[in-house]
């Protein structure tokens, strides 16, 4: 059973529009999220997270919204650059008691920003 | 700064050999984790440490092995190679278990053939 899901494989947008990218969950003992960047050949990096007591997380061109009643979270990107290329992974991990450290990850949004 | 270091980048095993992905952090992380990433499925957990001397299971164990004798290292070991253990396997590290912002090390793209 995937935990996380990310449904859409890729989303392609241009240069300067926005690019949202989608996360949902179901386990409600996820209390920490994040996004991580991927290119090809090389390693996941971490891009942004939230903790589940905010409902919103900026850094710079990256947001990272969280609705804790759907179980979702969305990254959005503005303005998208191509170098913003990648696969994005979204992450889940249960604090409190229950906190292991476990990392569980989405399938992957493959982003293409168009010139 | 080194950060996560894995090694081979490559490799190609015969069904039925054993092998060991290295993998180093300079970081005097406590958490460390392998994943393996298939197509269609991201990153999946294979097994994790929060400490030396302690590992745990993952998502999908089966046919991997891990130990955790110091901070630094934390070797994988496929006990006998299966073709559907080819994938990309990456390890992580991290500061502590409650500081999730994981790095990750390039990768060893394995094929059992």
């Known amino acids: 059973d995937q935990q996380v899901k990310q449904n859409s494989p890729s989303l392609s947008v241009q240069e300067g529009r926005i690019s949202i990218l989608n996360c949902d969950y179901t386990n409600s003992m996820f209390d920490y999220f994040l996004w991580y960047k991927k290119y090809p050949a090389e390693g996941p990096t971490f891009l942004i997270s939230i903790s589940s007591i905010k409902d919103k997380n900026e850094d710079g061109r990256f947001t990272v919204f969280l609705n804790k009643s759907a179980k979702h979270l969305s990254l959005h990107i503005v303005p998208s650059q191509p170098g913003d290329s990648a696969v994005y992974f979204c992450?889940?991990?249960?604090?409190?008691?229950?906190?292991?450290?476990?990392?569980?990850f989405g399938q992957g949004t493959t982003l293409q920003v168009k010139p | 700064n080194a950060g996560v270091t894995q090694t081979p980048k490559f490799q190609v095993l015969k069904t039925g050999q054993s092998m060991t992905l290295q993998c180093a952090q300079d970081m005097n992380h406590e958490y460390m984790s392998w994943y393996r990433q298939d197509p269609g499925m991201g990153l999946r957990l294979i097994h994790y440490s929060v400490g030396a001397g302690i590992t745990d299971q993952g998502e999908v164990p089966n046919g991997y092995n891990v130990s955790r004798s110091t901070t630094e290292d934390f070797p994988l070991r496929l006990l006998s190679a299966a073709p559907s253990q080819t994938s990309v396997y990456f390890c992580a590290s991290s500061y502590s278990i409650w500081r999730t912002e994981a790095f990750f090390g390039q990768g060893t793209r394995l094929t059992v053939v």
């Open positions: 992450a889940a991990s249960a604090g409190g008691s229950s906190n292991t450290g476990k990392l569980i």
